[in-house]
């Protein structure tokens, strides 16, 4: 039997190393983005592009949080913290009435166990003329408020959910963001 060749050997170091590589990648990755915060400070004096041209302002004291927030051009989902309240907006294309896009929403929130929407819906407009609805529901210990929006093929889906103090605290500042919503053409 011979020794091990030369090239064996590089084959060899080439395979350990594209092993240490992966692992690294493997461990490393994750070690440094839980290293990472997932909230970022955002403006609230500055309009935050969600997507498919819609902006937001933030309310003060609000948090972003990255792991929710997934911009981009034709549809996006951004996702704010005040404290322990979320307050989430998305942005898809849709070809319904406002109507349709408010029942959707509704049968989405009460499919999940001991939520179930509450009082009557109402209308909402933002102050750039964009009209929607607006409702709130509940779960033991929890509220949620919801709005939605339809504007040149756009739906626009707000929800809000948090302990029931915590959200009564938040609620004035976050009506007064949603409303701040606009929409732009987004080619």
Do not use: C, K, W
Request: proline share 6%.
């Amino acid at each position: 039997m011979s020794g091990v060749t030369r090239r064996q050997l590089t084959n060899l170091l080439g395979a350990l190393a594209v092993a240490g590589v992966l692992a690294g990648l493997t461990f490393g990755l994750p070690a440094i983005d839980d290293a990472l915060p997932a909230g970022r400070p955002v403006r609230a004096d500055e309009p935050y592009p969600i997507g498919a041209g819609v902006t937001v302002e933030p309310p003060h004291g609000a948090v972003l949080d990255v792991t929710g927030t997934r911009p981009g051009n034709n549809q996006g989902s951004v996702l704010f913290r005040l404290g322990l309240v979320r307050y989430s907006i998305v942005v898809r294309p849709f070809d319904g009435t406002v109507a349709a896009a408010a029942i959707g929403l509704q049968q989405r929130i009460t499919q999940t166990a001991g939520y179930q929407v509450t009082g009557a819906q109402l209308t909402i407009t933002t102050h750039s003329g964009i009209a929607g609805l607006q409702g709130a529901y509940a779960a033991p210990g929890r509220g949620g408020r919801y709005a939605v929006f339809v504007s040149d093929g756009y739906l626009i889906e707000v929800t809000v959910s948090g302990a029931d103090l915590d959200l009564g605290r938040t609620l004035p500042a976050i009506e007064a963001s949603t409303r701040t919503l606009t929409a732009a053409d987004p080619a």
